[in-house]
């Protein structure tokens, strides 16, 4: 079981597909440090696993409190941080990071090329920040998952993304694939970012097949109906709760529904494809 801890949603990034909505009026109020460690004393015995996320937690100047008083207090949980990996720039906070021990990143990258990427995350120099943030980690020797979440401004260049990223992260435990959660910024920047999974999967299996011999590769929320018979061992499960996922009506008579990870029920409900071979 996964326990996640919400830092806040400041970020160092401003994302078109962010999940957390982004006004760029607003000014999101700070969640204190106490707060934090309340979230931590509130975590139930049998979870095993602190998942640090929503904003970007490594800008919080009082990151490794956090880790520290997670050490102390659930000495037998493991620490999973969700960043855009930028602060590891700095060998300073990479180094201190790898020190933490046992700590797993998740972060990611939005395309093989910089200006892409850049673009993406709104951030001039954010990819040269990440590139170099994730191979001080790998360095280190640190559990880190890339992640390639795929829409219309990066998929036709998924194939040159998947070789950036086998020559230039050997090491890294996972590479996972998968199609935005149409909600906060995403929804917001719909029209640039909404794409039908049929024509995103030429390009998905030409990056797998990049990948597979050398990496743990990974596709989060494609149902299974979606994928050629080949690709379908790369399927992950659910990762988020039901109330987030589409299923047809008649996906209970489908052999593949106990492990099918389903859809975002935002893409069923605003890609107008995206329904279409469910359940054919
Ligand atoms: S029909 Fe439904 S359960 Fe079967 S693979 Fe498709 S989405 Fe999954």
Redesign the pocket.
């Given at each position: 079981m996964v326990y996640c801890i919400s830092t806040g949603h400041g970020c160092n990034n401003n994302c078109v597909m962010c999940v957390v909505r982004r006004d760029d009026n607003k000014v999101f109020e700070k969640i204190c440090t106490e707060d934090i460690f309340r979230q931590i004393d509130r975590m139930p015995e049998d979870e095993k696993e602190i998942v640090l996320t929503d904003g970007e937690p490594t800008i919080r100047d009082d990151i490794f409190d956090i880790i520290g008083y997670i050490r102390k207090h659930r000495p037998d949980a493991s620490i999973t941080i969700v960043t855009n990996g930028r602060m590891f720039y700095y060998s300073g906070f990479s180094d201190r990071m790898a020190s933490s021990g046992n700590v797993r990143i998740i972060t990611e990258i939005h395309d093989g090329s910089r200006e892409m990427h850049d673009r993406i995350t709104g951030c001039e120099g954010s990819f040269e920040q990440t590139v170099a943030g994730i191979k001080n980690l790998l360095r280190h020797g640190m559990d880190v998952e890339i992640r390639v979440l795929m829409h219309k401004m990066n998929y036709r260049n998924l194939e040159a993304t998947a070789k950036f990223v086998r020559n230039h992260f050997s090491g890294v435990s996972r590479v996972v694939f998968f199609p935005i959660d149409l909600v906060g910024n995403a929804r917001k920047n719909i029209e640039s970012l909404a794409i039908s999974l049929e024509e995103i999967m030429p390009h998905l299996e030409k990056a797998i097949d990049i990948l597979k011999n050398d990496f743990d590769v990974k596709i989060y929320h494609i149902?299974?109906?979606k994928i050629q018979k080949g690709y379908r061992d790369f399927v992950y499960g659910k990762t988020v709760e039901d109330a987030r996922l589409f299923?047809?009506g008649d996906?209970e008579s489908?052999s593949?529904?106990r492990s099918?990870p389903?859809?975002w029920k935002t893409y069923a409900k605003h890609v107008d494809s995206a329904v279409g071979l469910?359940?054919g």
């Open positions: 149902p299974y109906c299923f047809a996906c489908c593949f529904y099918c389903g859809l469910i359940g």
